[in-house]
């Protein structure tokens, strides 16, 4: 036992064992139960949350008529950890991207996060689908998402549907719901109905291994949750007759909005010069978009309800109904007309003198209504004239100008309708009738769009009341489901007398010898209208027209505006008829006058 | 003949059981590592865990021709066995085949043998057989110079067939030598090595020299101030800095690539998650999201699908840490530091000198595979490819360390026969 004299030594290896066993357990416990990293980091590893996208609803139109609906696409996602690339070659040419492109695109999904999936080519079509997918398994990292892409059976209404994009950062803080590489409506009835077509996001659990195959679903799918397809839209849009427009407006600067005065639905409402809505959808958007932006003409712009114009004639109406209503005039009350020689707003139009209200509006007589004006601001029951245009101003309110209508398209605009505020600031606080004489007949800082205008003739139509124009009848399938303002009747305070007054003169602008749009009469109902030609000082005048029909009871209310076009009656009236006539009786009975439109145009520049 | 006739009478059964449990968690785990849908018997001898339960029959067939051999055979024949395995060392390097870089596979059929993990035993043999010759002694130059000859042959040998993992075992012999009475100043030294290297990893050259300077100046002030005192600073001041300017050098000239990333890796240095650092990230989630009661036998995600590299060989603990949390690695340690005791206290019972220093060679070898196994998993040291003893996959480790564990049992049961 000589060699064991060291055997003290035994306690101190004993100690150094013990003493790394214990740092094992230690260590082990931090690592399995304090820090729970670790387990989050494996879920990210085996678990592929699948984004299960709802079906974006569809939209149709009065008639129940599709006018929006998805197609299959593809979505590319990578999620940069996992992502292995042998050959980048190879598969930029499996993908049909160049080299920069991959690169910018790897970059991208990399910032944003390397552990969580982002898009890296979206919206691939079905047919590279089924041949990108037999090579995916080469590149650990990358898996397929089903998307859908909007769609139009008919390219029309643009404006009016708007378009569909990929969320940006501002959409996503504002709303968490969003990830990178969603979609949101970016424009028209997708942006404003968003969260009633966007559907409910659903998520599926997959396991997948290290090389990216798919293992089946987590636990057989108890976690997973299914997509809610999002609402469907249904539209008091007639598609035939918004295409009709559209077609009718072609070459044409301007917009067509037509009512259902009855309901406030719109028709139709049409912004030209237009463009194609499948122009903005998928992989092109990007490009296409920002040459619809840069175009001379505006294409994007949607002149229904962001374009503002001077109502010129198709004002008077509504200075006679105010004047009739105060008593500043009554339906006898006549004025004289030198014709061009009066002062201090000459008449355009030569007929017999002197005129009472009636006759006026059909002959569009301005020194009528420039009487008629000053009856108002002068009128003692009104309380000087300050007072009386501040009584004017807010009965132009109650008509729907100056304001928005709140409707349910995005950047619609409030028009002009100048105060007494405004005009003290102007002039000083010292001015008259006189001084704002352009409001008389429709001219100076009045602006309207042609939604007001057309809802102007809705308003005259319906005697007095109406609901604020929109899009839409129905959200989903169950019934009132509209926001509560489209359905609330609104009345201007007048009188409905003074109205039927004013609608039998607009009566005569077709069915009278001297109306102003007498050719434009249609054999099967009775239309009502009033013609405008406006002062442009940009260049020549805009052609208006406002109109409803029957004039029984009115069923459609239109408004036309024709930028640079002249006389109203030359161009835009035309178009309410025919218009007024598809609508209400289905076919066209005046080719001549349809073939008229659709090969002329007017020119811009010559008197 | 009397001798073998109640061999299992006399043998140390708790560590028999503890050997078994072993193998049979291991052989579990395997399973579990590689589960796959389309095998799913556990007998499967196309799968891993068919393959590992042949080698568990295999290594107990061994174990008992091991049991039923003269336990004078071991002493008589080290030396033989020893130079027996040196020459299949020098022909796996003209004849082996290449596994993943090392080239130390013996392949026969489709069946591979690493004469390294026989090494180990056979280094142990015959510096046991050398130690009981009564003429040594730790004290004597000559028996500490032989005692490294016979350990550093072997490890030599294996560092050339680029298997560092295996080579760094040898130094495990060290703690035998240690117990046989060799001074502990080496090893206190070598732990100081290795701290220096580790912090001139981390800061520059010059910083370390001049912490070093700081150190012993302060150490004036504790020590007699005379001048053979002085001299000994110096000296050790200017050993220190050579050192240290040493260390880059062998770390940038003599390191492999490889070897040089895990060990930044492991010293934080370098992050690389894809590369070297993957594996243990990966090891690190595996264990971690066990959690403290684990997720359940196959329930394990992160293994089974082979986010883990290796994992039924040298990962085989993320397994068990993946899948019986921390309750199953907790008890898998207790099951090694009982086996270690055992050892030891059976390793001091020994009469004869050999047996004790072939009981403290295997305690050593066991010990050193476990330490650097579980820690590489676990992020304590850099990533070294050596087994956990009885557990990871593979036959030539099994048999190896199953001889070695039988070949003590035995000598253990014949303690009272010896003179």
């Known amino acids: ?607 | 003949m009397r001798e073998n006739q109640n061999i299992l009478s006399r043998i140390e059964l708790p560590v028999l059981f503890l050997y078994l449990a072993l193998t049979l968690i291991g052989w579990l785990s395997i399973y579990a590592a590689v589960f796959n849908e389309d095998h799913t018997s556990i007998f499967d001898i196309t799968q891993r865990y068919g393959k590992q339960l042949l080698w568990i029959g295999l290594a107990l067939v061994l174990g008992l021709i091991v049991l039923l051999t003269d336990s004078r055979f071991f002493n008589g024949f080290a030396f033989f066995i020893y130079f027996a395995t040196l020459l299949m060392l020098v022909a796996v390097l003209v004849f082996g085949s290449t596994v993943s870089g090392s080239k130390s596979w013996f392949q026969i059929g489709g069946f591979g043998l690493q004469p390294a993990e026989f090494a180990k035993f056979s280094t142990g043999l015959a510096l046991a057989a050398f130690l009981n010759r009564l003429e040594t002694d730790m004290h004597q130059t000559r028996t500490k110079i032989i005692s490294i000859i016979i350990i550093a042959l072997p490890a030599i040998l294996t560092l050339m067939q680029y298997d560092t993992g295996s080579a760094l075992v040898f130094s495990a012999f060290v703690l035998v030598l240690y117990r046989e009475g060799l001074s502990a100043i080496p090893l206190v030294l070598g732990l100081i090595a290795i701290v220096l290297f580790i912090v001139t990893l981390y800061f520059t050259p010059l910083y370390v020299i001049m912490g070093i300077a700081l150190l012993l100046a302060g150490a004036l002030f504790f020590i007699k101030r005379n001048l053979p005192n002085i001299i000994r600073l110096i000296a050790l001041f200017a050993v220190a800095s050579m050192f240290i300017v040493s260390v880059g050098y062998v770390f940038n000239n003599i390191l492999e690539p490889h070897q040089r990333t895990r060990i930044n890796v492991l010293l934080g240095l370098d992050e690389d998650l894809r590369g070297a650092g993957y594996n243990v990230h990966q090891s690190k989630i595996a264990i971690g999201s066990g959690g403290f009661s684990g997720k359940g036998f196959l329930q394990g995600t992160q293994t089974k699908f082979n986010f883990v590299p290796e994992q039924s060989t040298d990962f085989i603990f993320c397994t068990v840490g993946e899948e019986w949390g921390f309750i199953g690695t907790s008890i898998l340690i207790g099951l090694y530091l009982m086996l270690f005791l055992r050892l030891i206290r059976m390793a001091e019972r020994q009469r004869s000198t050999f047996s004790r220093v072939y009981g403290y060679s295997v305690i050593a070898v066991l010990f050193f595979h476990f330490t650097i196994n579980i820690a590489m998993t676990i992020g304590l040291a850099p990533v070294i490819g050596i087994p956990l003893p009885f557990v990871s996959y593979g036959g030539s480790s099994l048999w190896a360390f199953t001889i070695m564990l039988f070949v003590f049992l035995k000598l253990d049961a014949n303690r009272l026969n010896v003179l």
């Not at chain 1, 939209?59 to 590319?76: C, K, P, Q, W």
């Not at chain 1, 499948?278 to 003409?297: C, H």
């Not at chain 1, 102007?426 to 939604?451: F, K």
Request: aromatic fraction near 10%; charge should be positive.
């Open chain 1, 1 to 607: 036992m000589e060699g064991n004299k060291f055997n003290e030594r035994r306690q101190i290896i004993t100690l150094v064992i013990l003493v790394i066993g214990g740092i094992f357990v230690v260590r082990l416990f931090f690592l399995q139960v304090i820090n729970q990293s670790y387990k989050l980091s494996s879920q990210n590893n085996v678990l592929r949350f699948v984004t299960q996208y709802p079906a974006r609803g569809t939209i149709f139109d009065r008639n129940g008529e599709l006018m929006v609906y998805n197609e299959a696409a593809y979505d590319l996602l990578v999620v940069p950890r996992q992502a292995v690339i042998d050959d980048t070659l190879a598969f930029c040419k499996l993908l049909k991207i160049d080299l920069p492109s991959f690169r910018t695109r790897f970059e991208s999904a990399r910032k944003y996060s390397r552990y969580r999936p982002s898009v890296f080519l979206e919206q691939i079509s079905k047919e590279d689908y089924g041949y990108i997918i037999e090579k995916l398994y080469h590149y650990p990292g990358f898996f397929f998402q089903a998307r859908t892409l909007r769609k139009y059976p008919r390219p029309i209404a643009a404006h009016v549907l708007g378009d569909v994009g990929e969320v940006n950062n501002a959409d996503m803080e504002r709303d968490a719901v969003y990830k990178m590489g969603d979609y949101i409506g970016k424009s028209g009835l997708e942006k404003f109905y968003e969260k009633d077509l966007r559907g409910k996001k659903g998520m599926k659990i997959m396991m997948v291994d290290v090389h990216n195959r798919e293992k089946g679903s987590y636990r057989d799918g108890i976690y997973d949750t299914l997509p809610v397809t999002g609402k469907n839209i249904y539209l008091g849009m007639d598609a035939r007759l918004q295409e009709y427009g559209e077609r009718l407006m072609v070459n044409k600067t301007g917009s067509v909005v037509a009512i259902d005065p009855a309901t406030g639905e719109i028709l139709a409402l049409i912004s030209s010069p237009n463009y194609d809505p499948n122009l903005l959808v998928g992989r092109s958007r990007g490009k296409n978009f920002n040459e619809l932006l840069n175009a001379p003409q505006k294409p994007l712009i949607n002149r229904a309800i962001s374009g503002t114009y001077s109502p010129g004639s198709t004002f008077k109406m509504l200075n006679a109904l105010v004047a009739l209503e105060t008593g500043s005039i009554d339906e006898n009350t006549r004025f004289s007309c030198q014709g061009k020689s009066s002062t201090p707003i000459k008449c355009t139009h030569s007929h017999v003198t002197p005129l009472a209200v009636h006759q006026a509006i059909e002959q569009s007589c301005n020194p009528f209504f420039w009487n008629t004006f000053r009856n108002i601001l002068i009128n003692p029951s009104l309380k000087g004239q300050k007072n009386a245009l501040e009584y004017w101003h807010q009965k132009m309110l109650d008509f729907g100008l100056g304001h928005r209508f709140k409707t349910d398209i995005p950047f619609e605009v409030a028009g002009n309708i100048p105060s007494r505020d405004y005009y003290d600031k102007v002039y000083n606080g010292s001015w008259n009738a006189m001084t704002v004489r352009s409001l008389s007949i429709g001219q100076g800082e009045i602006l309207l769009t042609p939604l007001q205008l057309a809802n102007l003739a809705a308003i005259i139509g319906n005697e007095g009341t109406y609901y604020p124009p929109h899009m839409t009848r129905k959200i989903g399938e169950e019934n009132d489901t509209l926001p509560a303002r489209f359905t609330q009747k609104l009345s201007t305070g007048i009188d409905a007398r003074h109205f039927r007054l004013v609608k039998s003169a607009m009566l005569d602008v077709f069915e009278g010898g001297g109306g102003t749009a007498r050719r434009f009469k249609v054999a099967d109902f009775r239309a009502a209208g009033k013609t405008g030609t406006v002062q442009n000082p940009h260049g020549k005048d805009h052609s208006l027209f406002m109109a409803f029909a029957p004039y029984e009871q009115p069923k459609i209310a239109i408004a036309v505006v024709i930028e640079n076009a002249g006389f109203g009656s030359t161009w835009a009236a035309p178009v309410a008829s025919l218009m007024m006539e598809l609508y209400l009786t289905g076919e066209i009975k005046r080719p001549e006058m349809e073939k008229f439109l659709l090969e002329n145009y007017p020119d811009p520049v010559a008197p």
